[in-house]
C-alpha cells in the first residue's frame, strides 16, 4: 500500500485525489481510526484544503489542526484526552502522530493520525507517516508548480489579447472597458474598476466592469489627500485585505467589498489612470503571485493604451493630410478653371463682334462651368470617404476609390485588370486616370437607376499616334442624358 501511494505521486495532476489517497493510506498502514491532512494558505497562516479518513463531515467541522507543539515538528501524544488532529465529540484517544508536509525547507501542511484503538503509535508508525507526508509535499509542490505556470499563461495570453484588441481601433472608452473587463476575469474580482485623474487634483472612476450592480460605482470620486491616492499618484500599487475596513478607503462603495488590488496605469513616467480589482467581502485574499501577475498585466495594459492612444492620432493625421490632399485639388482643378471661365466671360463681354460670336463663346463657358460643377461634386464625392492608408500601388488606389464609393452607390462597383498595371502605370498618367474615376464615379452616382458600374484598368494598349498606353473604362447601367441607354466613358494616357 505505501509503495502504490508512493509511485502514485505525480501521475496525476489532479491534487486532490492524491491527497485523499494518501492519508487513507496512513490511517490504513497504522491502524489509525482518524486521519487528517491539512494544506496550508501559501501566503496565510490558515488551512486551504482538508483531507479526512474515517470522520463524518460533522467531525470535520469541528477538527482542530493546531497543536501546542511547534510547527513543522514530529510529536507523540501518550496522555488521555482529545488530541489534536481528532474531532471533538468522539472519546478520548491516547495517542496521536503528527508530521510536516515540507518541499525542502518550506511547510505546505501536516498529516495527523490519531486514535489507534491497540495502543500507542510505534516508531514504525512515525516513519510510514514521514514517508507519506514527505509524498504530500511532492505533490502539493509539483501541483503548485504546475498551477503558476497555467496562471502565468492565461495573464501573458490575457495581456496579449488586450494589447490585440486596443490597436484595432477602439475609442477610448472601448479601450477602457477591454482593459477593465479582462483583467477582472483573470483575477477573479467582483468588478474590474479604471480610475483618472480629476482636475481637483483626485481620481474619479470613470469605467467599471461587474458582474454585479454597478449602480454607484461609475462617478465615484477619490479625494485629494486621501493615503490610497498618494500611493498611486507616485506610481505604487496598493494592495488591500478587506475594503471595507481598511482606513485608507474612503468612497461609500468601498462596504460592497473585500481584498482589492489598486495599480496605477503608467507608461513612460505618464500615468493614464488606475486599475482597481475589488474581491467580495470574505472571498480568500490575494496571493503574492496573483500581485505580482496583476501588476505586469498593469505595464502592459497602460502600454498599449499609449500605443492605442498613438494610433488614433496618427489616423486622425491621416484625415487631415487627406484632407491637405483634397484642398489641393480643388484649388488645381476647380479655382483655376473657374478663373479661366471668368476671364472668358470678361473677354465675351468686351469683344464680342457679333450676336453669334458671343453666343459661340457663352456657350463654351456653360460647358466650362458645368465641368466645374461635376470637379466640386468629385471632391465633395472624395471628401464623404472613410480616411485610410494611402496605398501604394496603383491597382491599390483603384480599388480604394472604389471600395469608398460603395458607401454612397449602395453596392460595390466591378473591378477589373489586365496586365501588369502596376508596374506600367507611372505617378502622373496614374494621377490623371484615378481623377478621371472619381469624376466618372461622381457621375454616376447622380444618374437615375444606376445599379451596377464595371471599371476596366488596361496596360498596355496602343494609342491612336501609336504609342504604348493605359485605357480606363468605367460602365454604367444608369439611362444616359441623351438616348437612356447604359453610359460608358473611357480614357486613355501614354505610359
Known amino acids: 500500500m505505501l509503495l502504490e501511494a508512493v509511485l502514485n505521486v505525480g501521475s496525476d495532476l489532479e491534487l486532490g485525489s492524491t491527497l485523499q489517497q494518501i492519508v487513507d493510506t496512513a490511517a490504513a498502514l497504522t491502524g489509525a481510526r482518524h486521519g487528517a491532512l491539512g494544506v496550508l494558505d501559501p501566503d496565510r497562516d490558515r488551512i486551504e484544503g482538508l483531507y479526512t479518513a474515517g470522520m463524518t463531515e460533522a467531525e470535520r467541522r469541528h477538527l482542530d489542526l493546531f497543536p501546542d507543539e511547534p510547527a513543522g515538528r514530529p510529536a507523540t501524544l501518550t496522555r488521555p484526552g482529545r488530541s489534536p488532529g481528532s474531532p471533538s465529540g468522539c472519546p478520548p484517544v491516547r495517542s496521536f502522530l503528527r508530521a510536516p508536509i515540507r518541499v525542502r525547507t518550506e511547510v505546505f501542511g501536516h498529516l495527523y493520525l490519531a486514535g489507534k484503538p491497540s495502543g500507542p503509535f510505534t516508531d514504525t508508525d512515525l516513519a510510514l507517516l514521514r514517508v507519506l507526508a514527505a509524498q504530500a509535499g511532492i505533490a502539493i509542490g509539483n501541483a503548485r508548480l504546475y498551477e503558476t505556470a497555467r496562471q502565468r499563461e492565461r495573464w501573458i495570453a490575457g495581456a496579449a489579447a488586450v494589447t490585440t484588441a486596443l490597436l484595432t481601433g477602439t475609442d477610448a472608452a472601448d479601450a477602457l472597458m477591454t482593459v477593465a473587463e479582462r483583467a477582472r476575469a483573470l ?134 493630410e487627406d484632407r491637405d490632399r483634397i484642398a489641393r485639388d480643388l484649388h488645381d482643378l476647380v479655382v483655376q478653371r473657374l478663373f479661366a471661365t471668368e476671364m472668358m466671360l470678361e473677354s465675351t463681354r468686351r469683344r464680342a463682334a457679333s450676336e453669334a460670336e458671343a453666343g459661340e463663346l457663352l456657350g463654351r463657358a456653360v460647358d466650362e462651368l458645368d465641368s466645374t460643377i461635376q470637379e466640386v461634386r468629385t471632391a465633395i464625392f472624395a471628401l464623404q470617404q472613410p480616411p485610410a492608408e494611402a496605398p501604394s500601388t496603383f491597382r491599390g488606389r483603384v480599388l480604394r476609390e472604389t471600395g469608398g464609393a460603395a458607401a454612397l452607390l449602395g453596392f460595390p462597383p466591378s473591378v477589373q485588370f489586365t496586365g501588369a498595371v502596376d508596374a506600367l502605370v507611372g505617378a502622373e498618367p496614374g494621377k490623371e486616370l484615378l481623377a478621371a474615376l472619381r469624376g466618372a464615379l461622381a457621375a454616376a452616382h447622380r444618374r437615375p437607376g444606376v445599379s451596377a458600374i464595371e471599371v476596366e484598368v488596361e496596360a498596355p494598349v496602343r494609342l491612336p499616334d501609336g504609342r504604348s498606353g493605359v485605357r480606363l473604362v468605367v460602365a454604367d447601367d444608369g439611362r444616359g442624358d441623351d438616348d437612356g441607354r447604359p453610359t460608358t466613358v473611357t480614357w486613355q494616357a501614354p505610359i
Open 187 to 320: 483575477a477573479g474580482a467582483s468588478a474590474g474598476v479604471i480610475l483618472q485623474p480629476t482636475e481637483e487634483g483626485g481620481m474619479e472612476i470613470v469605467t467599471a466592469s461587474t458582474q454585479d450592480d454597478p449602480a454607484g460605482i461609475v462617478g465615484t470620486v477619490i479625494e485629494p489627500g486621501s493615503a490610497v491616492l498618494v500611493q498611486l499618484l507616485g506610481g505604487e500599487p496598493v494592495f488591500i485585505d478587506d475594503s471595507a475596513t481598511d482606513p485608507r478607503m474612503t468612497t461609500a462603495v468601498r462596504s460592497r467589498f473585500g481584498p482589492s488590488m489598486m495599480l496605477p496605469l503608467q507608461s513612460g513616467g505618464r500615468l493614464i489612470g488606475t486599475l482597481a480589482l475589488p474581491r467580495r467581502r470574505g472571498e480568500r485574499p490575494y496571493t503574492d503571485l496573483d500581485r505580482l501577475l496583476a501588476t505586469q498585466f498593469a505595464s502592459q495594459a497602460a502600454l498599449a493604451l499609449v500605443l492605442a492612444d498613438a494610433q488614433a492620432d496618427r489616423e486622425q493625421l491621416a484625415v487631415y
